[in-house]
């Protein structure tokens, strides 16, 4: 016990211990905001990954479209409700 004790009376064994616990908990960059920053991080660059895969597959879906006539018109048609001057155009409603 008298081994410790020595420890506590130097200025740079506290120093240090002080320094420690104001690192690991005290301060705005400390362990535990740390560990959340990096947690957030890794959902966002997920997400990054989501949104990339999407705005890929729209693309494709885009060109698509704009290089086959037909493919517009009924698209134009489906999601629009667009139609030509001579014709009706009735929607049916599924329940």
Same mark, same amino acid.
């Given at each position: 016990?008298?081994?410790?004790?020595?420890?506590?009376?130097?200025?740079?064994?506290?120093?240090?211990?002080?320094?420690?616990?104001?690192?690991?908990?005290?301060?705005?960059?400390?362990?535990?905001?740390?560990?959340?920053?990096?947690?957030?991080?890794?959902?966002?660059?997920?997400?990054?990954?989501?949104?990339?895969?999407?705005? +890929? =597959?729209?693309?494709? $879906? /885009?060109?698509?479209?704009?290089?086959?006539? @037909?493919? &517009? +018109? =009924?698209?134009?048609? $489906? /999601?629009?409700?667009?139609?030509?001057?001579? @014709?009706? &155009?009735?929607?049916?409603?599924? $329940?």
């Amino acid at each position: 016990m008298a081994k410790y004790l020595k420890y506590t009376k130097n200025f740079y064994f506290i120093f240090t211990v002080l320094f420690v616990v104001w690192m690991v908990f005290i301060d705005n960059n400390d362990i535990i905001s740390q560990f959340k920053l990096r947690s957030k991080l890794n959902s966002l660059q997920d997400q990054k990954e989501f949104y990339q895969e999407r705005k +890929e =597959k729209i693309q494709a $879906e /885009r060109e698509e479209l704009l290089s086959n006539y @037909e493919l &517009l +018109e =009924k698209f134009a048609r $489906e /999601r629009y409700l667009m139609k030509k001057k001579t @014709e009706d &155009l009735y929607v049916i409603v599924e $329940e």
